[in-house]
């Protein structure tokens, strides 16, 4: 059980093109979900939470009109990096919280985007 | 925002060797948490602690939820090759579901 998945895996677009990444958790009901990046041998930086109906909390540093999120369901959130530039190239990845249990993040397994 | 000490970086052992990394932290988590990554994945749980003082464990893997609430420790027993990863440690702050994560630690085994 608790299983989160990401869409796509990998992705390479141009600079200045948009890209959307897909998280959806499978075999529960995410109220809450989140979006990581993690540079090459980093740790994971918190992108932004994001509440199902709701806007998503961005943290500090983290352009909100640059990457969009969107929290349509209690099943799938998504991440669209507009506008990508080669700095943007990172590994993305989303985690999925159960009402009551925020404390067990579950995390998809992440996509590679590179921005040429 | 709050500081996770991860250490070590980085450890090169042999099969059959026990390992030890620890997490410090200036602030107080009232939840500490151990992920390993394998590459080109995402963070899997390996042990949650939730008490100041809890030893838990989980196969191989022994981790301690500090008593001051700053700090814990992961021990593996006995490595094998399959243990390789990075492992990282995480704080659940007190906002709800705020994880705080260390550097992570690269762990290399030898066969």
């Known amino acids: 059980g608790a299983v989160v998945s990401q869409h796509p895996s990998w992705v390479i677009c141009k600079s200045g093109t948009s890209v959307k990444i897909e998280c959806r958790s499978l075999?529960?009901?995410?109220?809450?979900m989140f979006w990581y990046r993690q540079f090459p041998k980093q740790s994971l930086m918190l992108m932004a939470t994001?509440?199902?109906?709701?806007?998503?909390?961005?943290e500090q540093g983290v352009e909100k009109d640059k990457f969009l999120i969107n929290h349509a369901s209690l099943t799938l959130s998504t991440l669209t990096v507009t506008s990508a530039h080669p700095e943007d190239s990172s590994f993305y990845i989303c985690?999925?919280?159960?009402?009551?249990?925020?404390?067990?993040?579950?995390f998809g397994p992440g996509t590679r985007l590179t921005v040429t | 925002g709050q500081q996770l000490n991860q250490s070590p970086q980085s450890m090169f052992i042999q099969e059959g060797e026990d390992v030890s990394m620890n997490c410090t932290s200036s602030?107080?988590?009232?939840?500490w948490l151990w992920y390993k990554q394998d590459p080109g994945e995402g963070p899997v749980l390996l042990i949650a602690?939730?008490?100041?003082?809890e030893l838990t464990s989980n196969g191989r893997l022994t981790a301690q939820f500090g008593i001051t609430r700053k700090d814990s420790f992961l021990n593996i027993s006995a490595s094998i090759p399959s243990d390789v990863g990075i492992y990282f440690c995480?704080?659940?702050?007190?906002?709800?579901?705020?994880?705080?994560f260390g550097r992570g630690t690269q762990l290399t085994v030898w066969p």
């Open positions: 985690s999925a919280s159960t009402s009551g249990r925020a404390y067990e993040q579950y």
């Open positions: 075999d529960f009901q995410a109220t809450t």
């Open positions: 994001s509440n199902e109906g709701s806007k998503a909390t961005y």
């Open positions: 602030s107080i988590f009232n939840t």
């Open positions: 602690l939730y008490k100041a003082g």
């Open positions: 995480a704080g659940l702050g007190s906002t709800l579901g705020r994880l705080y």
